[in-house]
């Protein structure tokens, strides 16, 4: 069965700190894909960032970066210079096919707080 | 301007009392997707529609009910909703199939039962 563990709950940091966010996922598909959603306050969840399973290349938005590992399964995400508009639940999420259609299997989400 | 619209933001059922939320899509996609959304949880699917044809997680209770009058609206029923029933309920879209596919979410309904 598909799943995705993101073992950090909650984070605290301070304005400007670098924070890393954590996934690990299972799949017994050799062609999958890995996402990221930020869902802040507001409810929505907001796409951050698609990754398929043959692309092992980081990637870099802005302050935004991510480390896929398949060796280890882990898609993680780091924040440089994190600012308090980043506070929001962070959710990895790893795609399969459904009846049709894509299925989204999220990890439980972390929650990123930054201080000023 | 939002492209996936879920209306109302905030609902409050009485426990047992039908109550419907509604989606609209200004996207023109052809999968609408429901997922519910408990408290400190993932969301989770709960059905989707690919076109007209309607799909059922498998674990999903006989409860929840879902229209799709149109390409651009999509509505949840809840016909008896108990105080576990209470959460954020996201609609999505999607165009295509493919497992790559990027989904764009609604700002959610959040649902309280009393």
């Known amino acids: 069965a598909q799943k995705v563990t993101q073992a950090q709950t909650e984070i605290s940091v301070v304005e400007k700190e670098d924070v890393t966010l954590d996934c690990v996922y299972e799949?017994?598909?050799?062609?999958?894909?890995l996402f990221w959603y930020k869902q802040p306050p507001s409810g929505e969840l907001v796409f951050l960032i698609r990754?398929?399973?043959?692309?092992?290349q980081n990637e870099i938005s802005g302050r935004y970066s991510w480390n896929f590992q398949k060796s280890t399964s882990s898609f993680n995400f780091t924040i440089t210079a994190s600012q308090v508009v980043d506070s929001a639940v962070y959710f990895c999420?790893?795609?399969?096919?459904?009846?049709?259609?894509?299925?989204?299997?999220f990890g439980q989400g972390t929650r990123l707080t930054i201080n000023p | 301007d939002a492209m996936v619209i879920q209306n109302p933001r905030y609902q409050v059922t009485q426990f047992g009392k039908p109550v419907t939320l509604s989606c609209s899509q200004t996207l023109n996609h052809n999968v609408m997707y429901w997922y519910q959304q408990k408290s400190s949880q993932a969301p989770k699917l709960l059905f989707h529609?690919?076109?007209?044809?309607?799909?059922n997680e498998a674990d999903t209770p006989d409860n929840f009910q879902s229209r799709r009058p149109n390409t651009s609206f999509c509505f949840l029923d809840i016909r008896s909703p108990g105080l576990g029933d209470a959460a954020m309920y996201l609609c999505?879209?999607?165009?295509?199939?493919?497992?790559?596919?990027?989904?764009?979410f609604g700002q959610g309904t959040r649902l309280t039962v009393v």
């Open positions: 999505a879209t999607s165009y295509g199939t493919g497992v790559d596919t990027e989904a764009f």
């Open positions: 799949t017994r598909d050799t062609t999958y894909y």
């Open positions: 529609y690919y076109d007209k044809d309607f799909n």
């Open positions: 999420a790893l795609s399969e096919m459904g009846r049709g259609a894509q299925k989204l299997v």
């Open positions: 990754r398929n399973s043959f692309d092992e």
